[in-house]
């Protein structure tokens, strides 16, 4: 029992550690993860303006065919004017040439229309631009910074990390599934021990006699205000000399 108690106050001091090269890096690995998803995000913007753009302009292309194909029947339709031998015949040629001049007039007008918004899809792109390019700088720098951390720190974090492979291969697993729960639920630090008569943790007093148990370092005990772990001064005085 002395064992399982000492191995869960090793976890937590080998997690402090960890936890203080990991607060070295401060806000850097956040704001790097925020800017690459800005940067994403930017640049899959400026990807769908340049699909709507291609688009447009394949329409664009198309409803030039389709208007070349229209003038050349009103050519033949104005040609055909002069050889019509009656009214009715004159009244649907003159019919044929409306419809075919308002096809042209609506083709235009969409085609004017597509191009001013492809005009102003490309003055979007050229303000996203620049703010990408910054973004992009700003991203650089924080990399760099963010990789000079942790490398100063690499050797020393291998380390920790090989230590705490180890002792995590000696809890239990129960042990071990509250000792994360709690140090996710607790800031950090799940293990707690008796200082001036207080749960070090939350600083509520533990009474006499539960601190008498937590002496003898044959239970697991809980600090009823906090959920801690509390392990006694032995142990953690144990522990911080070796
Ligand atoms: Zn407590």
Redesign the pocket.
Known sequence: MYDRLKTLYELQKIDEQLDELEALRGDLPNAVRELEAKINSLKEDIESKEKEQKESLKKREENEEEIEKLKESQKRFKAQLYQVRNNKEYDALTKEIDHTEENIKRLEEENDSLADSSKRLSEEIEEIKPVLDEMKDDLKTKQADLKEIIKANEKEEVKLKTLRKSVEATVKKPDYSSYMRIRKAKNGIAV?TIKRSA?S??H?IVPSQRQLEIRRNNRLFY?E??G?ILVSVEITETVDAE
């Open positions: 707690a749960c943790g939350c509520n600090c205000y906090c801690r």
